[in-house]
């Protein structure tokens, strides 16, 4: 979950680390008050405040969503503008009215997950105020303790523990300030904040997600929230290839291979324990989704039977009767019973391992997009 500027900034407030005073506003009457409260800053004698649209998505500088303005009445005029207009690609419905800053220079802080480090990071830069990319060499990143993150040598006192503080304590993914501004005075403040929280997470920051959750995000998409109230557990991931396997490992292990021969999936539904007894709103949910080309019927037995989970499977497809390239690969107890049925029912040749089940449906997914 992303949280807004606003949203972070409290919870950087929260920490210790200076924001500019502020408030929201959703009407420009509300906009007029605020920036009659927040002006006379620390820009000279002026009643200069900042609108600052209030989305989800970056660089709102450059596409006209931070807006300097001069007095309450100006403030007025361009919160009325600013809401419900598009902001790359997203409709304002709020405005952030803050107190203007005199800024000297500009840096960048941020801790976020570095996949291919497999740890946090901090990036720390002089230059900041612009595109994370465009700093390109200007940026210095150093790996954070995996134990005791706080402790890390090299962190600075002050703004940069206590984000990192912050990061750990809310199992974010991404926290980032930039710019944080070097002001006049000689003080330093976070005059932009992004924070991203980790959704597998949710579980014990059931808090912070229900501070700021919105609802829709939280809970998932239409089918996600539909297989929710079936009792199915269903993920939509954004490929190509759908999912039908059991047990929470055996998924894991399929994503990967999915990805390991060049494929992307589309999306898992465990269908063990019971849940083979609704395979067929299973195989509906994971083939409505758009993208998808092809599907993988992973099973692996053990007290799970096979066959049993198979027979579900075949019902669904003799039901639906899907167009769509499927491999199957089947492994444990009940393996001959399972291959057996798929052969009479549905004339489909299990594949020999699960492997090659996994190279024929990234294989037809290709095909499919013409990749
Ligand atoms: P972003 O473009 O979505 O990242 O929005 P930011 O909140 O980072 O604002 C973009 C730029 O506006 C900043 O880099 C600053 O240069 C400028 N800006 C934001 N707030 C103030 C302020 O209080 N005073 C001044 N002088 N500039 C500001
Ligand atoms: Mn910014």
Not at 45 to 72: L, M, T
Not at 228 to 243: N, P
Request: hydrophobic fraction near 45%; include cysteine; charge should be negative.
């Amino acid at each position: 979950m992303r949280l807004t500027e606003a949203q972070s900034k409290l919870l950087f407030a929260e920490r210790d680390i200076p924001v500019p005073r502020s408030r929201a506003a959703t009407t420009p009457e509300d906009a007029n008050a605020a920036a009659s409260d927040l002006g006379g800053g620390s820009v000279g004698e002026s009643q200069a405040v900042v609108v600052k649209a209030q989305v989800h998505c970056g660089g709102r500088g450059k596409a006209g969503g931070v807006v300097i303005v001069e007095n309450p009445d100006e403030a007025a005029e361009t919160t009325a503008r600013l809401l419900g207009s598009e902001l790359n690609g997203e409709i304002v419905t709020a405005v952030l009215i803050e107190e203007a800053v005199d800024i000297v220079t500009e840096r960048y802080l941020s801790v976020t997950v570095d996949a291919s480090a497999g740890r946090p990071v901090v990036m720390r830069s002089e230059r900041g105020g612009i595109e994370v990319e465009a700093m390109a060499g200007d940026i210095e990143v150093f790996p954070l303790d995996p134990v005791d993150p706080a402790s890390t040598p090299g962190l600075r006192d002050g703004i940069e523990r206590n984000l990192v503080e912050l990061f750990v304590d809310s199992d974010a993914l991404t926290v980032e300030i930039n710019p944080l501004a070097v002001t006049a005075g000689g003080g330093l403040v976070a005059l932009d904040g992004k924070i991203e929280l980790d959704d597998s997470a949710r579980f014990r920051q059931a808090e912070l997600h229900h501070r700021f959750g919105s609802g829709a995000e939280e809970i998932g998409s239409e089918r996600e929230r539909r297989a929710a109230e079936l009792d199915l557990r269903l993920i939509e991931l954004g490929g190509e290839v759908a999912v039908l396997a059991n047990g929470a490992g055996l998924t894991m292990a399929t994503m990967d291979a999915i990805v390991a021969a060049g494929g992307r999936p589309a999306n898992f539904c465990e269908i063990g324990g019971d849940a083979y007894t609704k395979a067929t709103p299973a195989l509906e949910l994971v083939l409505a989704q758009p993208g998808v080309r092809s599907l993988l019927v992973n099973f692996c037995g053990a007290f799970a039977r096979c066959d049993v989970m198979t027979e579900g499977v075949i019902e669904a497809w003799v039901r639906l009767r899907p167009r769509i390239p499927v491999a199957f690969s089947i492994a444990g107890t009940g393996r001959d019973d399972a291959m057996d049925m798929l052969r009479s029912r549905l004339g489909i040749e299990p594949h020999p391992t699960m492997e090659a089940a996994v190279r024929a449906v990234v294989a037809a997914a290709s095909e499919g997009s013409g990749r």
